[in-house]
Nanobody
Framework: QVQLVESGGGLVQPGGSLRLSCVAS????????MGWFRQAPGNQRELVAS???????NYADSVKGRFTISRDNAKNTVYLQMNSMKPEDTAVYYC????????????????WGQGTRVTVSS
């Protein structure tokens, strides 16, 4: 089995920072890409940022210049550093990973974390 476990959410004031982490574990052969999505109340889930195993990144326009995604391939971990946060960043943040398992390498599966809540408010 494969699991994604997120951590690092919470309450932060506007202009503040938070760092999210997501660790993938299980019978993992490869992960590409890893990323973060978010869903605010009443809204659809949207891509925040993604990163390939080679380090190529992609960001939503709304977070460019404020958020930074990174990963540690050896630890199967992805991070999201969020700076200059705004009230509109308030959402549940979900880790996502496209994973090939050791028992079925030819199949690319989509995995999600349980979500971590981020609230930006004074």
């Amino acid at each position: 089995q494969v699991q994604l476990v997120e951590s690092g959410g919470g309450l932060v004031q506007p202009g503040g920072s938070l760092r999210l982490s997501c660790v993938a574990s299980g019978n993992i052969a490869s992960i590409d890409p890893m990323g973060w999505f978010r869903q605010a109340p009443g809204n659809q889930r949207e891509l925040v940022a993604s990163i390939t195993s080679g380090g190529k990144t992609n960001y939503a326009d709304s977070v460019k210049g404020r958020f930074t995604i990174s990963r540690d391939n050896a630890k199967n971990t992805v991070y999201l550093q969020m700076n200059s946060m705004k009230p509109e960043d308030t959402a549940v943040y979900y880790c996502n990973a496209k994973i090939r398992r050791t028992d079925s390498y030819n199949v690319l599966r989509d995995y999600w974390g349980q979500g971590t809540r981020v609230t930006v408010s004074s």
